[in-house]
């Protein structure tokens, strides 16, 4: 884990407009303040992604979470606090500018379990992106060591991960789901 005051460094440089690469709970991803429209468009442009997709929004808690989605299914939150994998939720959004939900106003969201970027997101008391480290179409890095060059050069800074974290390994993505006004769930990813 990183000491608070590098912790509180990098939410200072996301919340500056900066684009980096965290752990998550499900991949190593590339990330940035999700209410900075500019930083967004920066990683669109390094990942040569379409511009008409939101990115996966990562909050750090239920309550957070509670903040950007609107009425949440008992049932739903439930199941996010047990899955035991990651777990995203496309649901109608709320308090989140144009450019991180869909058209027809829902986001993908997920609360993070990873302690650094658990730590990260509330010290800047808000959600962040979280997109693949990885080219748009090219396999996803599975650690710190196989992310692409051109996306390590890409972003604005690297923070001083500990080879404990560095070494840190992930294999699947988050499971992906939506549900119905009576908390019945479609599962659109396993």
Excluded at 116 to 143: C, F, H, Q, R, V
Aim: aromatic share 6%; proline share 8%; net charge negative.
């Amino acid at each position: 884990m990183l000491l608070p005051d590098q912790i509180e460094e990098i939410a200072k440089n996301l919340k500056a407009g900066e684009v980096t690469v965290l752990p998550t709970n499900s991949l190593w991803g590339i990330s940035c303040y999700a209410f900075d429209e500019q930083a967004i468009q920066k990683v669109t442009t390094l990942k040569q992604a379409k511009p008409d997709n939101p990115y996966i929004l990562l909050v750090s808690s239920i309550e957070m979470l509670h903040r950007y989605a609107s009425n949440i299914h008992p049932r739903v939150e439930t199941l996010m606090s047990l899955h035991n994998k990651p777990l995203t939720l496309i649901h109608e959004a709320k308090n989140l500018p144009f450019f991180c939900v869909t058209i027809d106003n829902t986001v993908a969201i997920r609360v993070t379990h990873n302690p650094l970027t658990k730590a990260i997101i509330e010290e800047l008391d808000g959600p962040i992106i979280s997109t693949t480290a990885a080219i748009n179409g090219e396999n996803p890095p599975s650690s710190f060591i196989e992310i692409d060059k051109a996306i390590i050069s890409g972003v604005d800074f690297i923070p001083p991960f500990p080879p404990s974290i560095q070494e840190q390994v992930f294999d699947s993505p988050s499971v992906i789901v939506t549900y119905d006004n009576k908390g019945e769930i479609d599962f659109i990813r396993t």
